[in-house]
């Protein structure tokens, strides 16, 4: 059995960093939409463990649902700019209140592009929480309304994070070895 850990150049965020701020998150959710119909919306496939343990911590009611989007293409650990809608939503948005749930903004173009696509369905409001944040990669500008960590400009899988669809099962956030994805240091 390979052991993911190895490839690890070091960890980023621990589970229990992971843990206590995602917690955060929740309460903050929780109290800013507290009179209002909660509905969010997960972008596939890396933010399914962020939005499994942040639902968890949000104390009011709502309902979810998933996108699934492509924005890389192969082992490439840079966004192409051209993003597809692999599976769209299960249901309107119109007069809900959305808040799309993200797994990281890098370049900002993927983010850019789906809420751009959402506000043309009317949502009553259109919100993002992203569990990770490169700011010095932005290509696209992004209001961000909750961000879980700022990271600096690494490659990073693990809690969801994927390098051609491996090591989203780690428990924490880590940088993987540029070695193994052919760069120097940054992607
Ligand atoms: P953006 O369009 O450049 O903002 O890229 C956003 C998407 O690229 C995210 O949803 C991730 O799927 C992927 N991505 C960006 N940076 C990383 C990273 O460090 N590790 C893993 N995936 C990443
Ligand atoms: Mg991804």
Do not use: W
Not at 32 to 47: E, I, P, Q, R, T
Not at 106 to 133: F, H, M, Q, V, W
Not at 140 to 159: L, M, T, W
């Amino acid at each position: 059995m390979p052991d993911l850990e190895q490839d690890i150049a070091k960890i980023l965020i621990t589970r229990d960093a992971l843990h206590h701020r995602i917690a955060e998150l929740g309460a903050t959710i929780s109290r800013d939409y507290a009179s209002n119909d909660l509905l969010l919306v997960c972008v596939l496939k890396g933010g399914f463990l962020f939005l499994s343990d942040l639902i968890r911590a949000i104390q009011i009611p709502h309902a979810i649902d998933f996108m699934a989007i492509s924005s890389y293409g192969g082992a490439r650990t840079e966004s192409s700019g051209v993003v597809r809608i692999l599976m769209d939503l299960n249901a309107s948005i119109e007069n809900r209140h959305v808040l799309i749930v993200e797994d990281i903004i890098d370049t900002g173009r993927t983010l850019s592009y789906i809420t751009e696509n959402l506000r043309t369905r009317n949502p009553a409001s259109l919100k993002i929480c992203t569990l990770l944040n490169k700011p010095s990669r932005r290509q696209v500008q992004v209001a961000i309304d909750y961000i879980g960590f700022d990271i600096p400009n690494e490659f990073v899988v693990g809690y969801g994070l994927d390098y051609n669809e491996i090591y989203r099962n780690l428990p924490f956030v880590g940088v993987l070895k540029p070695e193994l994805y052919g760069g120097e240091g940054s992607p």
